[in-house]
């Protein structure tokens, strides 16, 4: 028993000896001598407007020691008065001490931004700052630098109440007011430069009898839920011109969100809508809008236009994460439009109108997920909740040399009530229209060969898009569309969304093919 009792002693003995000893090795830390190694020795934060946050960028911290350190110190040089913002370790702040780091082990920091007042002095500027690692003996620094951009900000004031300024909405049939957060422009605000950049948070709405006009090379970036408004009575001017640079695009106008990081270029449904409610009326030129939830929703009135309510020409709306251009019972002039990947309808003539699109592309190449409607839906009837429907005329409905394309099999839909008027003229248009199950046999809808709808259709050609996944539907000199246009339609329209002439063998949809100068 006594052999027995000292074995079990010795066995605790060693036990603890082992604890003690893996216990010092953990947790006695030798202070950091700087010779820590960084991911990068300065971290670049993308572009921001003033007052908006920004993305989190990582810094990875190594201790490329054989023994355990201690690092007394890690902050921003710029203190508390920082406009950036740490995460070490799992800790929020600005500055932190005694940070223990594993040999051979490494640490993750997290950095964000949000530019102060200060960037209102210019239209932009660096905001710089940098981490200092403190040591007894050496300092290291990783430098942050972030390009900060003044600008016009727009956004609903914050009333005695606390609460935040609102428009009022048409009510629905119960009688019942809907509110959005939204303020009217005043008549100081009502014409839109391109010396700053826009940003508008909440809905900014053109009241009656006023017009909201944009100058070329104006630049409006919306907060989420955020747009304009266009009240019964208003009317919205956009006046792009035709740019030299096709990538930065100096002399269009363009709508998109207000986050610049890189990430966030092609993130659809980052904003609302551009709203022209019935009564209203916009003539929009070069205009590029993307990423919105609903691009451009028109609504007409009940009565026939004399005149379009909506006049479009060399524009580009794409990456909406619903519809492009949303019309209903609208009177809409488009010509040299691309209508590009959506969520659902790239162009949407719903519950009847009238319509002239020219020389339009209308392609839906969606990858960001199912999507279940085709490019180019129209109608004249609406399914209401309650099991009732409102039924339209369609009238005056002309589609000349365009082009309805996608990756789905049916990318053309129409659907007429069967009572109202429902016409509609397709003159020399191609369509993606693979109708494997023979839905559509017996509908003199879509009769392409002896219907009244059609004159010189083109079905399922090679379009040959030069990128059509990134909103690019400018044509190679592979694509069987070339050439193929109505000339007297073309006439009307003679220049390309580029400016490049098309009088003669003309191209459907909005590009006409341009040879590079060196083939």
Same mark, same amino acid.
């Given at each position: 028993?006594?052999l027995?009792?000292k074995?079990?002693?010795?066995?605790?003995?060693l036990?603890?000896?082992?604890?003690?000893? $893996? &216990?010092r090795?953990?947790? =006695?830390?030798?202070?950091?001598?700087?010779?820590?190694?960084?991911s990068k020795?300065?971290?670049?934060?993308?572009?921001?407007?003033?007052?908006?946050g920004?993305?989190t960028y990582?810094l990875?911290?190594?201790?490329q020691?054989?023994? =355990?350190?201690?690092i007394?110190? !890690?902050?921003?040089?710029?203190g508390?008065a920082?406009?950036?913002r740490l995460n070490?370790?799992?800790?929020?702040?600005k500055?932190?001490?005694? !940070?223990p780091?594993?040999?051979?082990?490494s640490?993750f920091?997290?950095?964000?931004?949000?530019a102060g007042?200060e960037?209102t002095?210019e239209?932009?500027f660096?905001d710089?700052?940098?981490?200092l690692?403190?040591t007894?003996?050496t300092?290291?620094?990783? @430098?942050l630098?972030?390009?900060?951009?003044d600008?016009?900000f727009?956004?609903?004031?914050?009333?005695?109440?606390?609460m935040?300024?609102t428009l009022?909405?048409?009510?629905t049939d119960m009688?019942?007011v809907?509110?959005i957060?939204?303020?009217v422009? @005043?008549?100081d605000?009502?014409?839109f430069?391109?010396?700053?950049?826009?940003?508008?948070?909440?809905?900014a709405?053109?009241p009656?009898?006023k017009?909201?006009?944009m @100058?070329?090379g104006?630049r409006?970036?919306?907060?989420?839920?955020?747009g !304009?408004?266009?009240?019964?009575?208003?009317?919205?001017?956009?006046?792009?011109e035709?740019?030299?640079?096709g990538?930065?695009l100096?002399n269009?106008?363009?709508f998109e969100?207000?986050r610049?990081?890189?990430?966030?270029?092609d993130?659809?449904?980052?904003?609302?809508?551009?709203w022209?409610?019935?009564?209203?009326?916009?003539?929009?030129?070069?205009?590029?809008?993307?990423n919105?939830?609903?691009?451009?929703l028109v609504?007409?009135?009940l009565?026939?236009?004399?005149?379009?309510?909506?006049?479009?020409?060399n &524009?580009?709306i794409?990456?909406?994460?619903i519809?492009n251009l949303w019309a209903r *019972?609208a009177?809409?002039?488009?010509e040299? $439009?691309? +209508?590009?990947?959506?969520? $659902?309808?790239s162009?949407y &003539?719903?519950?009847?109108?009238?319509y002239?699109f020219?020389?339009?592309?209308?392609?839906?190449?969606?990858?960001s997920?199912f999507r279940?409607?085709?490019?180019?839906?129209?109608?004249?009837?609406?399914d209401?909740?309650?099991?009732?429907?409102?039924?339209?005329?369609?009238?005056?409905?002309?589609? *000349?040399n &365009?082009?309805?394309?996608g990756?789905?099999?049916?990318?053309?839909?129409?659907?007429s009530?069967?009572t109202?008027?429902?016409?509609?003229?397709?003159?020399?248009?191609?369509f993606?229209?693979?109708d494997?199950?023979?839905?559509?046999?017996?509908?003199?809808?879509?009769d392409?060969?002896?219907?009244?709808?059609?004159?010189?259709?083109?079905?399922?050609?090679?379009?040959a +898009?030069? =990128?059509?996944?990134?909103?690019?539907?400018?044509?190679?000199?592979?694509?069987?569309i070339?050439g193929?246009g109505n000339?007297a339609?073309?006439a009307?329209?003679p +220049?390309?969304?580029?400016?490049?002439?098309?009088t003669?063998?003309?191209?459907?949809g909005?590009?006409?093919f341009?040879?590079p100068d060196n083939?």
């Amino acid at each position: 028993m006594k052999l027995q009792h000292k074995t079990y002693f010795l066995i605790i003995t060693l036990v603890l000896v082992t604890i003690a000893s $893996s &216990c010092r090795k953990d947790f =006695d830390f030798n202070v950091s001598s700087g010779n820590l190694l960084f991911s990068k020795d300065t971290v670049f934060l993308d572009t921001v407007f003033a007052s908006i946050g920004s993305s989190t960028y990582t810094l990875k911290v190594y201790n490329q020691e054989n023994e =355990d350190v201690l690092i007394p110190k !890690i902050g921003l040089a710029n203190g508390v008065a920082s406009n950036y913002r740490l995460n070490v370790d799992g800790l929020a702040g600005k500055e932190f001490v005694d !940070i223990p780091l594993l040999a051979k082990d490494s640490l993750f920091i997290f950095v964000e931004t949000t530019a102060g007042a200060e960037a209102t002095l210019e239209v932009e500027f660096l905001d710089t700052d940098a981490i200092l690692f403190e040591t007894p003996n050496t300092t290291q620094r990783v @430098e942050l630098v972030t390009l900060v951009k003044d600008a016009v900000f727009l956004y609903p004031e914050t009333l005695d109440d606390g609460m935040q300024e609102t428009l009022e909405l048409a009510g629905t049939d119960m009688g019942e007011v809907i509110e959005i957060s939204g303020f009217v422009l @005043e008549d100081d605000e009502l014409v839109f430069t391109n010396e700053k950049p826009y940003v508008i948070y909440g809905y900014a709405a053109v009241p009656e009898g006023k017009t909201l006009t944009m @100058e070329a090379g104006t630049r409006v970036h919306f907060h989420a839920n955020s747009g !304009i408004l266009v009240a019964p009575g208003g009317n919205l001017q956009i006046n792009g011109e035709q740019s030299e640079d096709g990538e930065a695009l100096e002399n269009e106008v363009v709508f998109e969100g207000d986050r610049l990081e890189p990430n966030f270029a092609d993130i659809a449904g980052q904003w609302g809508t551009i709203w022209l409610t019935a009564g209203s009326a916009a003539t929009i030129d070069h205009l590029t809008l993307k990423n919105a939830s609903v691009g451009l929703l028109v609504d007409g009135t009940l009565e026939t236009n004399a005149t379009p309510s909506l006049s479009l020409k060399n &524009c580009q709306i794409y990456n909406a994460s619903i519809t492009n251009l949303w019309a209903r *019972t609208a009177s809409i002039a488009a010509e040299n $439009s691309v +209508f590009g990947n959506s969520g $659902s309808v790239s162009l949407y &003539c719903n519950l009847g109108g009238e319509y002239d699109f020219k020389h339009c592309t209308i392609a839906n190449y969606w990858s960001s997920g199912f999507r279940n409607a085709p490019s180019l839906l129209i109608d004249n009837v609406t399914d209401l909740p309650n099991g009732s429907s409102i039924a339209m005329d369609l009238t005056n409905t002309n589609f *000349t040399n &365009c082009i309805v394309d996608g990756n789905r099999e049916l990318e053309f839909i129409m659907v007429s009530n069967g009572t109202n008027t429902f016409q509609v003229d397709f003159q020399s248009c191609s369509f993606k229209f693979n109708d494997r199950n023979g839905d559509f046999d017996n509908d003199p809808l879509f009769d392409f060969d002896n219907g009244p709808n059609y004159q010189n259709p083109i079905l399922n050609p090679n379009t040959a +898009f030069t =990128d059509p996944a990134q909103n690019l539907f400018s044509l190679q000199m592979e694509s069987e569309i070339r050439g193929l246009g109505n000339t007297a339609g073309a006439a009307q329209v003679p +220049f390309d969304l580029l400016g490049v002439p098309r009088t003669e063998n003309p191209d459907l949809g909005a590009f006409q093919f341009n040879l590079p100068d060196n083939q």
